[in-house]
């Protein structure tokens, strides 16, 4: 459980560093793109005073010289030809507003994946504390019973009854007093236990 939740922090890791990567992406292309559309925007309407101010003195000079008909068709010619241009600029700039759209739908998929693995990390949090508090009781456990048993052990050393039977058996070293002394080893050997 630990190694998969190193692993999640891992990933959570690689996740982030790649949301911010795209956020920083996110930033400039919307940055280009503000630029882009205040130079489209620009250029346009400067071309319109352009257009403006060129067709005005086309006409006067044509209507001043008599030349209007053939200089209308090739105004004419020109215009649709910056039409044209303008057209394939402001494709340009659709495709690349497109583009960044497409990069924002990653980015949202992206940070819908890091909140799951987020919530897993708090799952796999909890359960380690959980296990953490179980091993802390168990610890607490094992160390009551290791004090109990020191505390058995050391009964026939200091159980006053204990105490008292093996007097008597050190003192019964004869051998009439034999069965009297394997009766109290025998009560030893119990008290013991």
């Given at each position: 459980k630990v190694q998969h939740l190193s692993e999640?922090?891992?990933y959570l890791e690689l996740?982030?560093?790649r949301e911010d990567s795209l956020e920083k992406q996110k930033v400039e292309l919307n940055?280009?793109?503000s630029t882009l559309l205040k130079t489209f925007v620009y250029t346009k309407r400067k071309m319109a005073e352009e257009e403006d101010n060129f067709t005005r003195e086309v006409?006067?000079?044509n209507n001043e010289y008599g030349l209007t008909s053939n200089r209308d068709l090739l105004i004419k010619n020109k215009v649709k030809t910056e039409i044209n241009d303008l057209e394939k600029e402001a494709a340009l700039l659709k495709s690349e507003m497109e583009s960044m759209e497409h990069k924002n739908v990653q980015l949202n998929a992206l940070q819908v994946q890091k909140n799951e693995l987020k919530q897993d990390l708090f799952a796999l949090q909890s359960k380690l504390q959980e296990l953490e508090n179980v091993v802390s009781e168990a610890k607490g456990?094992?160390?009551d019973l290791e004090a109990e048993k020191i505390q058995v052990t050391e009964k026939p050393q200091t159980d006053p009854e204990c105490l008292r039977l093996k007097k008597e058996l050190e003192n019964c070293k004869d051998d009439h007093w034999?069965?009297?002394c394997e009766t109290f080893q025998t009560e030893i050997e119990i008290l013991q236990m």
């Open positions: 999640k922090l891992f996740l982030k560093k940055n280009q793109k006409t006067e000079f456990i094992t160390k034999e069965n009297v």
